[in-house]
């Protein structure tokens, strides 16, 4: 039988919306039992211990407890064989500039929505939280692997959420989703980087779901737009956007298995 396998991210690896809900897991979590670590688990066997959390941040990660949740690294006991990492999208405002963007115009100068706003739409601060970002990936990385010496450390990506350049993805203007796509460039960049660094491996999702994007055939992510308790959320992987995922980190642990 496979070792312990720990799971760390956000909600782009907790999967919220994708029913059903992992069992005893915080609500506002948004964990799901179909997001990738329970399904690489189920295909390898490994016991998974998943402490995945919608809004999670680098922060999270190492020091900042999330709601009543412990920073997710206290759950590394030093026993892992696997550790995922799937974070940085928050730190850096990725999806909430999409989700903000969306909004009517006029909602967005409304003096209570327009103000928050304002921030998550100003494109220096995001410049300045991407700027930022390296490093706290590289802190993540390295003390994963200080908390787990004897693990495989795979920082996952995120799937893409907007369809290449030139491409119609309404209702964003061609200047909102070039600097979306912007913000998803420099975040693969730097996770890559910093997997790098921190000498632990990369699961280049975002290279792998470009032509599964949410406004695409077969998309792996969904759309802008409501959130329903039981359906993805917007801008959020897909069950078959959780499933490509756990088949590319199966296939990234077969490949050294042969190595």
Known sequence: MAGRYAALGSSMAAGPGIMPRAPGSPRLAGRSTRNYPHQV?????????????????????????QHTAAPQIDALD????????????NDVGYVPFLMAACLPRFLRAA????????GVLDTGQRE??????????RAVGEQVRTRAPHARVLFVDYLVLLPPEGEPAPP????????????????????AAAAHSADCEIVRVSAASVGHHAWSDEP???????????????????EDGMSAVADLVAAALDAASND
């Open 172 to 191: 964003y203007t061609e200047a909102e989703a070039d600097f979306g796509r912007h913000i998803a460039a420099e975040l693969a960049a730097a996770t």
């Open 220 to 238: 792996w992510t969904t759309r802008p737009g409501i959130p329903w308790p039981w359906r993805a959320a917007p801008l959020h992987p897909t």
């Open 41 to 65: 688990a189920e295909r390898t066997g490994y016991q998974l211990v998943d402490v995945t959390y919608s809004g999670a941040t680098t922060a999270h990660i190492l020091t900042d407890p």
């Open 111 to 118: 003096p209570v929505i327009g103000g928050p706003l304002r």
């Open 128 to 137: 300045a939280a991407l700027a930022a970002l390296g490093e706290s990936l």
């Open 78 to 89: 030093g026993t892992e064989e696997l550790v995922t990492v799937t974070i940085g999208g």
